[in-house]
Structures are given as structure tokens and as C-alpha cells.
């Protein structure tokens, strides 16, 4: 019960933060359709798991409920792009590039399918 805990107050700071940065930087772009908000906190997300994970990794820092907090939680409801940078990098590291290449093609195209049948069926009558 107190992961589920952490996991949850970590996503809920999480997804405050990124609306107020997402808000924040789309708007230095009045006017703009490009989602330099979305982009900006996918890219801070992916940079915080990478630092993450490598002090991890590198110097087993972080108890495992703070480890919990932080990537599932907070990060998780800040971006899950993070999670998906991370085990994208995490399979080329360990040496599955085409695995990695196969994850990425199939998330983003499969992805954006599924949008596009999402709101196809949010149409019918």
C-alpha cells in the first residue's frame, strides 16, 4: 500500500508540474500550433530518468521507495516519454538496436493509429 502511495502522490505533483510548465512555455509562443509545451517537458522528462537511472545504475543512490516516487511517480505523471527514452536506451545499451528501432516505429506509428481510430470511433453514430 505505500507504493501505491508514492506512486500516486509522486503523479499527482508530477502531473501539476507539467501542466504548469507545458503552459508556461507554449506561452513564449503565442500564436504558435507547434506543442513546444509537450515537447519541452518530454525532453526535461527524458534528461531527469536519464540522470535518474545513471546515478542508479552507477552508484546505487535512492532507496527503492524513493526510486518508485520519483521515476514511476513523478516522472510518470510529468511525461511517460521518459519511460519510453529509457527503455528505448535501455535496449540499445544491452544491445537490441533493432528491438529498440521496432519499439519506436511501432509506439509512435501504432500510436498515432490508435488516435486517429480513437477519435474515428468518438464520430460514429
Known amino acids: 500500500m505505500q507504493t501505491v502511495l508514492l506512486v500516486g502522490a509522486g503523479g499527482f505533483a508530477g502531473a501539476i ?13 503565442k500564436g504558435s500550433a507547434f506543442p513546444y509545451g509537450t515537447l519541452t517537458v ?6 531527469a530518468i536519464g540522470v535518474l ?6 552508484k546505487g543512490l535512492l532507496p527503492v521507495e524513493i526510486r518508485t516516487f520519483l521515476s514511476i511517480g513523478l516522472l510518470g ?3 511517460t516519454f521518459s ?3 529509457n ?3 535501455s535496449l540499445i545499451r544491452n544491445g537490441h538496436v533493432a ?5 519506436v516505429a511501432v509506439s509512435v506509428v ?16
Open 17 to 29: 508540474a507539467r501542466y504548469l510548465l507545458s503552459d508556461w512555455t507554449q506561452s513564449l509562443f
Open 99 to 103: 528491438s529498440a528501432a521496432g519499439y
Open 83 to 85: 519511460t519510453f527514452g
Open 87 to 89: 527503455e528505448t536506451f
Open 53 to 58: 537511472s545513471g546515478l542508479v545504475q552507477s
Open 77 to 79: 505523471g510529468f511525461t
Open 110 to 125: 501504432v500510436g498515432v493509429l490508435a488516435v486517429w481510430v480513437g477519435h474515428m470511433l468518438s464520430q460514429a453514430r
Open 42 to 47: 518530454n525532453i526535461l522528462g527524458c534528461l
